[in-house]
T-cell receptor, first 114, second 113 residues
Framework: AQSVTQLGSHVSVSEGALVLLRCNYSSSVPPYLFWYVQYPNQGLQLLLKYTSAATLVKGINGFEAEFKKSETSFHLTKPSAHMSDAAEYFCAVSDYSAGTALIFGKGTTLSVSS | EAGVAQSPRYKIIEKRQSVAFWCNPISGHATLYWYQQILGQGPKLLIQFQNNGVVDDSQLPKDRFSAERLKGVDSTLKIQPAKLEDSAVYLC???????????FGPGTRLTVT
């Protein structure tokens, strides 16, 4: 069965600092991996996705993630945090070959201080 | 392009009452999902539709939850009777066939007292 583990339920950084949100997955088949962001009282917005093409994926708002099969990881990074990045971030996995929906991690809340 | 629409945005009911949520997906999106997001957790799939047929409802508590997607467009999720543990945000998402991305609506926040 597929699963996602997000290490750290809360991450705090200063404005301008590196953002690193960790995600490890478990999947018996090559996975599709996603990062979503959720702002308060809003739905989820896709940041980026990995679908077996380039292992380094660039997304919106300056975020990127690298797929590392040997480490079963898909960590999200941003070189310089902005106050507007404060939100909740979800990593998700899917096996579209089986037609399944997304399986989400528990989420990481990112706080950015000035 | 209009996004996924959901209503109501907020609902407060007492336990044992019934409630219904409505979702209108993006035009042309054949696949529709309902997710339940309990506070502090990631969304969990309740049911997936392909057009008006059910693809996966293995995690839907069928003794109290029901969902339908008549005519393969908008969908309704119902809870009857509600329990305290049903307090959550109910998210609707849709996807265009052949593409990877799911588009999420703003959600309905349900509070059961």
């Amino acid at each position: 069965a597929q699963s996602v583990t997000q290490l750290g339920s809360h991450v705090s950084v200063s404005e301008g600092a590196l953002v690193l949100l960790r995600c490890n997955y478990s999947s018996s088949v090559p996975p599709y991996l996603f990062w979503y962001v959720q702002y308060p009282n809003q739905g989820l917005q896709l940041l980026l996705k990995y679908t077996s093409a380039a292992t380094l994926v660039k997304g919106i708002n300056g975020f990127e993630a690298e797929f590392k099969k040997s480490e079963t990881s898909f960590h999200l990074t941003k070189p310089s945090a902005h106050m507007s990045d404060a939100a909740e971030y979800f990593c998700a996995v899917s096996d579209y070959s089986a037609g399944t929906a997304l399986i989400f991690g528990k989420g990481t809340t990112l706080s950015v201080s000035s | 392009e209009a996004g996924v629409a959901q209503s109501p945005r907020y609902k407060i009911i007492e336990k044992r009452q019934s409630v219904a949520f409505w979702c209108n997906p993006i035009s042309g999106h054949a696949t529709l999902y309902w997710y339940q997001q309990i506070l502090g957790q990631g969304p969990k799939l309740l049911i997936q539709f392909q057009n008006n047929g059910v693809v996966d409802d293995s995690q839907l508590p069928k003794d109290r939850f029901s969902a339908e997607r008549l005519k393969g467009v908008d969908s309704t999720l119902k809870i009857q009777p509600a329990k305290l543990e049903d307090s959550a945000v109910y998210l609707c998402a849709s996807r265009y066939q052949g593409f990877d991305e799911q588009y999420f609506g703003p959600g309905t926040r349900l509070t059961v007292t």
